[in-house]
């Protein structure tokens, strides 16, 4: 399976970046399709609808780290995340998601992971969120932990969850503030500690891995 998934994701990857619409034209997924390790998925901002977003370039402030925003189009490449399990866990390729569990999110282009910190973000001047690490390089900064809103302990597409930093208890978070330069037009992606509207997200577009039978759906 781990191989085969390799493939679908190279897949995915190479015909992104060159043609958008060969992967959209594909059959969507059913509604409420599980969200499984091994998954690459688009995070949507429940509230703005933008997608949770990274690109190789440094903030030009705090831990100087991959830079992440969300991002208003739907057709962009790198706002794709691989669902991975945390270190010395049994979870495996295409195990479902339970409420209280603790993921990692890898972005797809880069190979980063999803992190956050003491550093203030920029804007606001909450928690940074960033990217950092890589394939072989990922600490407890990387870690987040899963709560569903709403019945179901199972993650699926569409429905609301929200994802807390396990070591600084912030909650993955976005809002009306956007950036003016390098970033132009994208939101401010940051930590915060209090639940709110602002900090719910959506497993939207994407490649779910399946739980059984080793064909991917897509989204």
Known sequence: MAASFFAL?????LSLDSDFSSYTSVSAAPEGVEVTYGSVIKLMHERTKYRLHSHDVPYGSGSGQQSVTSYPNVDDSNSYWVVKPVHKTSAKLGDTINSGA???????????????????????GNLEVSCFGGEDNSDTGDYWKLEIEGKGNVWKQDQKVRLQHVDT??????HDKKYQRIAGGQQEVCGVKEKGRDNIWLAAEGVYLPISNGKAESS
Not at 9 to 13: G, N
Not at 104 to 119: D, E, F, N, Y
Request: no cysteine; net charge positive.
């Open 9 to 13: 994701a190279i897949f995915l990857f």
């Open 102 to 124: 603790v993921v990692r999110l890898q972005h797809m282009k880069t190979r980063k992971w999803l992190h956050s910190h003491l550093h203030a973000s920029p804007i606001s």
């Open 169 to 174: 208890a912030g909650y993955l978070h976005s």
